[in-house]
């Protein structure tokens, strides 16, 4: 049997692109975990190569070549391609036919051999120290991927952002990010959001051998207008020599770069362009102008790219213009088609309309389509930016089989925003592009397999019981909540309420259809209180499961599942304290009132506590730019609720409650006010409140949630 071991060298190619750089400085960073000695490298040339082998003759793998793919060899002739093999010469052949072949080859060799996970460094997962490893699983030829292009959109990134005290964010942040999506077969990313360009994810993301593609609100990766033209109006009408001028930068940036260009036109601030240009008006308009654009867009870059890779993002109202005929396309663009943002291919939900229009291309439809997929959305109503996917895995794979069965598998992105909450659902859809298919419970046993060195069938139940927690806010499958759905909604209610509204908020029909406010406040409450007992039960489970596992594997289990079942558990107890206050306050039990919202707050609190206590280790200060869901806004609306309630009766002196339901009935008539003014805060009033109401039955236990 032939073994390789620490003193193993490493025979580099002639010539070492960055990208084969990048991936060998992984392979050596691992060799070394794993063997505890650094390794030794040395470039190919004919004397070293004779001298590596001479003398080994007990089986040992005197070196590993890394080299691009000869005529004679077992590797496929085609973009992408590696083969592993041992060699007459008893040396362990990885050969690539380009760059990304031989990258995908030394993590081929990491991940079988060396034994290194793909997601080692977001779920903290070391390789096993090792004195040898036998080599049985060669000769090795890859296959090509189910998806040409697949990546990532790191989207909506600010955990990413605020992770570091640096911005924008330093290769520190961005190497894993990018290292993850490799050793997961990616090929393509969108790297971040509206970054200022100075910063090092664009270089880096090409450095290490991925396609850079653009988001569809900034096409061809171009300058947004209005901060390239500040005080004009964003319009191609009336400055279509201004937009063009920013294209032909961008074009002129990247035009020697591995780029798959976006053709698009949305609007400043990614929306539709007409939300600024009134003039146009109708579908036909705006199907006309965006036609012109493309078409533009399109000629620009093949006049200055050789056989450039385009596409075109049918995202929201484009899919819909598309899909009425309005926008004509060039044959030769790739067309995406995106979900809603909660995993179903149907146009996504613009405010309160929710057409739901099929988004994949029909039977008839030629030329070449793509997906653009989440996994993590965030749309200030109900979506899942710091917490999984709402709805079961299941969905994933059910739209994505649909999807590449329609042919929309020339591309594939997936919304990943900040990795570390979301990565189960990113290591099953790389199986998807990889494979084309997956079998969710086999990948999930598997998946709880490396996080935790073992079969582990409670946590397994963990997972596939967390979609069943979820709240069904609508009738579509899809439609279950993620955590934002009890922050926006609840900023929502308090400001409408503390502004003396009464009227329906037109910002919450999409959940619960025209009512009137107090009608909308109790549909809330009702689906908060629901689903409690149901987060309370998964928490006690996980927390039992935590209580069997190692130090190390119970962190792990806190970190990537425990903090997002506390953030929907407090989410779902600070709402339905909010609902339950506005049901007092109406009633004009002020005191009742009161200790609700206080409660709020607890609750509320607590969830950000809970990620406090996920940012040990290395993940310190990972949360601390939560500025989406935005747990410690919701707090302070709380807050401001729970001082505005004590201004209903315990006002001017902070001291009438303290006196009516708290003080003893001796004291009442006989004490001095210089010894018994000083007001209690809100936390302390609420908490004796709550308990001397209870005992006097004027406040129904059960409602203290």
């Excluded at 084969?20 to 975990?33: G, N, S, T």
């Excluded at 990258?103 to 779920?123: I, K, M, N, Q, T």
């Excluded at 509206?194 to 664009?202: F, Q």
């Excluded at 594939?412 to 990889?434: C, K, Q, Y």
Aim: proline share 5%; glycine share 8%; aromatic share 10%.
């Amino acid at each position: 049997m032939h073994y390789i071991d620490g003193n193993t060298v490493y025979l580099e190619p002639e010539t070492v692109s960055s990208p084969v750089r990048h991936a060998l400085e992984m392979i050596y960073r691992d060799h070394e975990k794993v063997f505890g000695l650094k390794p030794s490298s040395e470039r190919a040339d004919n004397s070293r190569q004779s001298s590596l082998h001479h003398g080994e003759t007990d089986g040992r793998i005197a070196c590993i070549h890394v080299r691009y793919a000869a005529d004679l060899d077992e590797c496929p002739d085609r973009p992408e391609a590696y083969a592993v093999m041992l060699g007459e010469d008893r040396f362990l052949h990885i050969v690539g036919r380009d760059d990304l072949g031989l990258v995908y080859g030394l993590l081929h060799y990491s991940r079988v051999f060396l034994g290194v996970d793909p997601l080692w460094f977001w779920a903290e997962l070391s390789p096993a120290k090792r004195d040898r490893i036998e080599i049985a699983d060669v000769p090795y030829v890859s296959v090509p991927s189910a998806v040409a292009y697949r990546g990532w959109f790191v989207n909506d990134e600010v955990c990413l952002i605020g992770w570091k005290t640096e911005y924008p964010p330093t290769a520190e942040v961005w190497q894993p990010v990018f290292e993850a999506l490799l050793r997961l077969g990616g090929n393509m990313v969108v790297p971040g959001t509206d970054l200022p360009r100075n910063g090092i994810h664009h270089r880096l993301a090409l450095d290490m051998g991925l396609y850079v593609t653009h988001h569809h609100a900034e096409p061809l990766g171009a300058e947004m207008f209005l901060r390239a033209f500040p005080g004009k109006t964003a319009s191609y009408k009336e400055h279509p020599a201004l937009f063009e001028r920013l294209w032909m930068e961008a074009i002129e940036r990247q035009k020697d770069e591995r780029i798959v260009w976006v053709l698009s036109f949305r609007g400043q601030g990614d929306r539709p362009f007409w939300e600024n240009d009134p003039e146009f008006d109708t579908p036909a308009k705006r199907g006309e102008l965006i036609s012109t654009v493309i078409e533009k867009q399109y000629n620009m870059v093949k006049a200055r790219v050789e056989q450039p890779v385009c596409c075109m993002a049918l995202y929201g109202e484009l899919a819909e213009l598309y899909k009425e005929g309005y926008i004509r396309l060039p044959e030769e663009i790739i067309k995406i088609w995106a979900d809603n943002g909660y995993g179903e291919m149907v146009s996504r939900r613009h405010g309160n309309l929710n057409l739901r229009i099929p988004a994949l291309p029909g039977p008839h439809e030629g030329g070449k389509h793509g997906l653009y997929y989440h996994v993590t959305f965030h749309d200030l109503q109900a979506s899942n930016h710091l917490t999984m996917f709402p709805s079961p895995v299941e969905l994933i794979k059910q739209e994505l089989n649909d999807a590449f069965k329609a042919r929309a598998k020339d591309y594939l992105l997936v919304n990943s925003g900040n990795i570390l909450p979301h990565l189960h659902a990113l290591d099953f859809t790389a199986e998807m592009w990889r494979n084309g298919d997956a079998d969710t419970q086999r990948h999930l046993a598997g998946f709880i397999k490396r996080m935790y060195g073992e079969e582990q069938p409670d946590i397994v139940k963990l997972y596939e019981d967390y979609a069943a927690c979820t709240i069904p806010y609508g009738a579509h499958e899809d439609e279950r909540a993620g955590e934002e759905f009890y922050h926006h909604p609840a900023r929502q209610i308090i400001g409408h309420w503390l502004q003396g509204q009464t009227c329906t908020h037109e910002q919450l029909i999409w959940a619960t259809g025209d009512i009137s406010f107090a009608e909308q406040v109790r549909w809330f409450q009702h689906c908060a209180e629901q689903a409690i007992p149901g987060w309370e039960a998964l928490q006690q489970r996980g927390r039992t499961a935590a209580q069997k596992l190692s130090d190390e594997n119970s962190r792990r289990l806190y970190i990537q599942m425990l903090v997002q079942i506390e953030l929907h558990l407090t989410g779902c107890r600070g709402l339905a304290s909010i609902c339950n206050a506005y049901v007092d306050y109406c009633s004009g039990a002020y005191p009742q009132a009161f200790i609700q919202a206080a409660r709020a707050v607890r609750h509320y609190s607590q969830g950000l506590e809970a990620l406090r206590t996920a940012e040990s280790g290395k993940w310190e200060h990972f949360y601390r730019a939560d500025w989406l869901t935005n747990i410690s806004n919701t707090i302070y609306h709380a807050s401001t609720l729970r001082s505005f309630l004590r201004m209903h009766g315990d006002s001017p002196d902070m001291f009438f409650w303290y006196k009516e339901y708290l003080m003893p009935e001796t004291e009442k008539h006989i004490y001095l006010e210089n010894t018994h003014r000083n007001p209690l805060p809100d936390d302390r009033l609420a908490e004796l409140l709550g308990e001397r109401l209870v005992e006097l039955g004027v406040l129904d236990s059960g409602r203290l949630v």
